[in-house]
Nanobody, 126 residues
Framework: QVQLVESGGGLVQDGGSLRLSCAAS????????MGWFRQAPGKEREFVAAISWSGGSTYYTDPVKGRFTISRDNAKNTVYLQMNSLKAEDTAVYYC???????????????????WGQGTQVTVSS
């Protein structure tokens, strides 16, 4: 049974930093893209960032470019999201996602996601 377990969420002040982690288990994830989505109250879930199996390709939504960095450790089946210069509008539940496609495919078609995590809350106070 595949499981994606997120951690690292919490409450932080405007301008602060957090590092999210997502540990995947239950199968091998060779050639899988891993990424992050978020969902704010009353809004649809939106793409945040994705990284290819090799780590050579990354993709970010414009609002987080220059502030967030995605990385992965394949030996640990774990993907990370370093979030700096956090803003109130970053407040959301953050979900880990895994799929077989490209980083661009993950961004444009969430219906292709193979596995989702349960989410971790990030709250940025202004």
């Amino acid at each position: 049974q595949v499981q994606l377990v997120e951690s690292g969420g919490g409450l932080v002040q405007d301008g602060g930093s957090l590092r999210l982690s997502c540990a995947a288990s239950g199968r091998t994830f060779i050639s899988y893209t891993m990424g992050w989505f978020r969902q704010a109250p009353g809004k649809e879930r939106e793409f945040v960032a994705a990284i290819s199996w090799s780590g050579g390709s990354t993709y970010y939504t414009d609002p987080v470019k220059g502030r967030f960095t995605i990385s992965r450790d394949n030996a640990k089946n774990t993907v990370y999201l370093q979030m700096n210069s956090l803003k109130a509008e970053d407040t959301a539940v953050y979900y880990c996602a895994v799929n077989k496609g490209t980083v661009q495919a993950m961004a444009v078609n969430p219906r292709l996601i193979d596995y989702w995590g349960q989410g971790t809350q990030v709250t940025v106070s202004s």
